[in-house]
């Protein structure tokens, strides 16, 4: 039985954030034993039937690369790992929609809206950082007591950078949900990683923890989140 993993969005083979999940995927295959198969799924497909699409996945990987062609498809198939339990990484633009879908499905803000997609908006929950973060590698200080710590098991580590939208600062103490927890850092104490209680596995990040990933070095969070889906895989394989 293979592992199967939804990678959500437009894949372009030009963009290193995308060829590097690939390789990362695929270097965890080799780590683990398991075979990994996996798809990238057109954010279009995913408007009307989410459940139709995914519901043969162990796990589901929200992909930088935004603006998406359909960004009700990005959000369909985050609130589908969300409400189904089904582990989901989200990296970049993937931490971005992740941002949006909690802020319209589980904090009561329906027209939370991200600036790539309108830009006119009045709730603007992502928007264009002051500083760019692009090609940068930046500090990240890793909470205690977080499923994310559990992946690193250390404090502190170092991460790379390739968006130009974040959290918008004027609504952050919007994002209160006693699931909901900051669990990495940055300096300034801005919020890099994110995560919920009470699930398999739902981490998002700010960074692109996939181009630090290697076959003898497999990045923390992504190897808990195909651990994760292992899991999900073998639990579901007790019940056939």
């Known amino acids: ?3 199967k993993i939804a990678v959500i969005g437009e894949f372009n083979s030009h963009h290193e954030t995308h060829t590097t999940i690939d390789q990362a995927l695929n270097d965890l295959a080799v780590r683990t034993g398991v075979d990994i198969a996996f798809d990238w799924i057109d954010t279009t497909k995913l408007e009307n039937d989410p ?3 995914l519901s043969s996945y162990h796990g589901i990987w929200s992909a930088p690369g935004s603006p998406f062609k359909s960004l009700t498809g990005a959000l369909n198939a985050i609130r589908y790992a969300r409400e189904n339990n089904i582990p989901h990484l989200g990296t970049c633009a993937g931490f971005q929609h992740t941002v949006i ?3 319209r499905d589980m904090l009561g803000f329906p027209f939370a809206q991200h600036e790539e997609y309108d830009a006119e908006s009045s709730e603007l929950f992502i928007s264009r950082l002051a500083c760019s973060l692009a090609g940068k590698t930046l500090p990240v200080k890793i909470i205690e007591g ?3 710590f559990d992946c690193y098991q ?3 580590a ?3 950078y390739y ?3 974040g959290l918008n600062p004027a609504v952050r103490d919007k994002l209160t ?3 909901l927890i900051f669990s990495g850092v940055d300096q300034d104490n801005e919020i890099r990683i994110l995560e919920l209680k009470n699930h398999a596995f739902f981490i998002a990040t700010v960074f692109v923890p996939q181009t630090r990933s290697t076959l003898e070095n497999p990045h923390p969070l992504i190897l808990g989140f195909i651990m994760a889906a292992i899991k999900r895989m073998n639990d579901l394989g007790s019940f056939d």
């Open 146 to 148: 977080t499923r994310s």
């Open 177 to 179: 949900h006693p699931d």
């Open 163 to 165: 968006c130009n939208f």
């Open 1 to 3: 039985m293979s592992l």
């Open 51 to 53: 459940a139709g699409i």
């Open 101 to 103: 879908e909690l802020a």
């Open 158 to 160: 170092n991460e790379n």
């Open 154 to 156: 250390c404090f502190d």
